[in-house]
Nanobody
Framework: QLQASGGGLVQAGGSLRLSCVASGSTYLIFRMGWFRQAPGKEREFVAAIRRRGDTAYADPAKGRFTISRDNAKNTVWLQMNSLKPEDTAVYYC??????????????????WGKGTLVTVSS
């Protein structure tokens, strides 16, 4: 249902762009976004975008990451700039049918993509 890509190895200060393509019953999806999970840590919210384009970001992502969406292509992107070693994690695309605002809650997600690994070297 969700296919994420774009992870890789980058030096600190560099940029990466993650993509997530939804397929299947995409008309059910209202919000899409990203979570990440670093080694030994819990999965955490990164960014979300509603179908109309309203966005929400976790504090570590504000000012550095930008989430965007193309509803016609059923695709969401996460542009990550000024990457830091602490951004190293597996990034997961997720989607829900809810029309809620604000941060995504992992327990509320209806769809998950397989993770894509982002490694930021110092």
């Amino acid at each position: 249902q969700l296919q994420a890509s774009g992870g890789g190895l980058v030096q600190a200060g560099g940029s990466l762009r993650l993509s997530c393509v939804a397929s299947g019953s995409t008309y059910l999806i209202f919000r899409m976004g990203w979570f990440r999970q670093a080694p030994g840590k819990e999965r955490e919210f990164v960014a979300a975008i509603r179908r109309r384009g309203d966005t929400a970001y976790a504090d570590p992502a504000k000012g550095r990451f930008t989430i965007s969406r193309d509803n016609a292509k059923n695709t969401v992107w996460l542009q990550m700039n000024s990457l830091k070693p602490e951004d190293t994690a597996v990034y997961y695309c997720a989607a829900e049918r809810s029309v809620a605002y604000g941060p995504l809650l992992s327990s509320n997600m209806d769809y998950w993509g397989k993770g894509t690994l982002v490694t930021v070297s110092s």
